[in-house]
């Protein structure tokens, strides 16, 4: 199986400044075939489901703000939540997808400072 | 606009098996576009991917779980399911059902049911 190790496993930050989780894979996710990677990161606010932020490690799915991105390749990826708000508290986790079984990490919590 | 529910019961006895269901509406398993899945978190823990399905039956499942594991699909009620058998105390969760983003497997998940707790207690 492919490890997803996220870090820090919990941060702090005040209001309106940035949040950075980092995810690395114990292998490479990047396809080069199709020049992707199988990446996906998830937000988890208490007693919801997950609700998928950023796939192929860098795309936004609909509706989400543009304050969140995803970046990196290969092996190392970043969330970065800008302008933290409010509402953005919650557990993050990345997910690989490509190989099976998806696995993810263990998850980021984000708290306001 | 896409809804998940889970269905089933919220204890099970040690050694028995955990039964539940995914209904889905707003669309249509049968339209054959993508997979269904289900994925489960220990209260305070992580996510885990048990197994997904597609419309014609085709499974694929966790190995860790493999040998316990059974998913099924029933188009015509657009209901898919989920059998875990011989459960112990390490197999109390939240279940959730979820939507892959694509026909394919592994994948992301885009949409997820809200879940179930399931307690194995005697």
């Known amino acids: 199986d492919i490890v997803m190790t996220q870090s820090p496993d919990s941060l702090a930050v005040s209001l309106g400044e940035r949040a950075t989780i980092n995810c690395k894979s114990s292998h490479s996710i990047f396809y080069s075939s199709n020049n992707k990677n199988y990446l996906a990161w998830y937000q988890q606010k208490p007693g919801q489901p997950p609700k998928l932020l950023i796939y192929w490690a860098s795309t936004r799915e609909s509706g989400v703000p543009d304050r969140f991105s995803g970046s990196g390749s290969g092996t190392d990826f970043t969330l970065s939540i800008n302008s933290l708000q409010a509402e953005d508290v919650g557990v993050y986790y990345c997910?690989?997808?490509?190989?099976?079984?998806?696995?993810f990490g263990q998850g980021t919590k984000v708290e306001i400072k | 606009q896409l809804q998940l529910q889970e269905s089933g019961p919220g204890l099970v006895k040690p050694s028995e098996t955990l039964s539940l269901t995914c209904t889905v509406s707003?669309?249509?398993?049968?339209?054959?576009?993508?997979?269904w899945g289900w994925i489960r978190q220990p209260p305070g823990k992580g996510l885990e991917w048990i197994g997904s399905?597609?419309?014609?039956?085709?499974?694929s499942y966790n190995p860790s779980l493999k040998s316990r594991v059974t998913i099924s699909v029933d188009t015509s009620e657009d209901h898919f399911s989920l059998k875990l058998s011989s459960v112990t105390a390490a197999d109390t969760a939240v279940y959730y059902c979820?939507?892959?983003?694509?026909?394919?497997?592994?994948?992301?998940?885009?949409?997820w049911g809200q879940g179930t707790l399931v307690t194995v207690s005697s």
């Open positions: 707003g669309d249509s398993i049968s339209s054959g576009t993508y997979y």
């Open positions: 979820a939507r892959h983003g694509e026909a394919a497997t592994p994948y992301y998940f885009d949409y």
């Open positions: 399905i597609y419309y014609g039956g085709t499974t």
């Open positions: 997910q690989q997808h490509y190989s099976t079984p998806p696995t």
